[in-house]
């Protein structure tokens, strides 16, 4: 018996070490403890290469539903604003390396990546849709059946338009949406498959020429990253997107970037929130 002491007293040593390893996990924040409402200025990370939502402004600065969206909720913190760039691969690397506070640069909350970053919101939701040209007689996802299809490499949304029921394409891959655009003029390919407001801020940028099918494939929740657990900070920011659909705000900055592009702007509710915890 005496023999077996030692052993029950280590594992009971580690047992209790990995639970204060866990609940330090739990509430480390960015590996130092600090929440965004702890800082007097945000760095916030956006896309500067899509217009409509996020993009770099020749003379400097950015502009987009996701730009004003991200100063919205940075006012109702009292909280000044510094934007970073951020693309589609550093989304969640710049919050995971505290380089910065917040993301809103169309990231849909996935069980994936909420295993490494916390979301607020989401404060939109948007759907996975089909651009063509205005010329296209399509008027549903079927109706392209076979037909060749732009997107942009290792991206989802390819893979969510071919696990349609009895939907075929031939994928034709670019490095982004500008290079599918180009595509598209030149009848290289027959459409483009993304979130509906990337495709509407393309409409917006082309003037006329495009459209939406409306397809409405498949939900896309959009959320502001964060990091692991600063629950603080993220209750905060869902009551500042909360106001923001309450004061009309959001219905403001929907109409004000994507009005006219063909995108349904029939309901703008307050979205239904993931939870901070």
């Known amino acids: 018996m005496r023999n077996r002491r030692p052993t029950r007293l280590l594992a009971t040593m580690m047992l209790l070490g990995g639970l204060l390893a866990a609940c330090a996990d739990v509430g480390d924040v960015g590996g130092g403890g600090e929440s965004l409402l702890d800082k007097d200025a945000l760095v916030v990370g956006v896309r500067p290469d899509l217009p409509g939502i996020g993009l770099r402004r020749p003379g400097g600065g950015y502009e987009g539903f996701d730009v004003d969206v991200a100063r919205y909720v940075a006012g109702k913190l009292e909280r000044k604003v510094r934007f970073v760039e951020v693309l589609s691969n550093d989304r969640l ?11 809103l640069a169309t990231l849909s909350v996935t069980p994936e990546r909420k295993t490494k970053v916390s979301f607020a919101g989401p404060y939109y939701v948007s759907y ?4 063509v040209r205005s010329d296209e007689r399509a008027r549903a996802v079927r109706d392209l059946k076979g037909r060749r299809f732009c997107g942009v490499e290792g991206s989802d949304p390819v893979k969510r338009l071919l696990a349609v029921h009895g939907m ?7 490095k982004d949406y500008d290079a599918c655009m180009a595509k598209i003029r030149t009848r290289a390919v027959d459409a483009i498959t993304t979130n509906d407001v990337i495709l509407a801020g393309l ?3 082309e003037g006329t020429g495009y459209r939406l099918v409306n397809a409405r494939i498949s939900e896309q929740n959009t ?3 964060v990091r692991r657990g600063d629950v603080d900070g993220c209750e905060a920011l869902n009551r500042a997107i909360t106001k923001m659909y309450q004061d009309g705000t959001a219905a403001k900055l929907i109409t004000k970037w994507f009005g006219g592009t063909g995108l349904d702007l029939t309901y703008v509710e307050i979205p239904q929130f993931e939870g901070c915890s």
């Open 223 to 225: 959320g502001i990253g």
């Open 93 to 103: 690397k710049v919050l995971t390396d505290g380089k910065a506070d917040m993301v």
């Open 203 to 205: 409409i917006r940028r």
């Open 128 to 131: 996975q849709d089909i651009l």
């Open 168 to 174: 075929t394409a031939k994928i034709v891959s670019a």
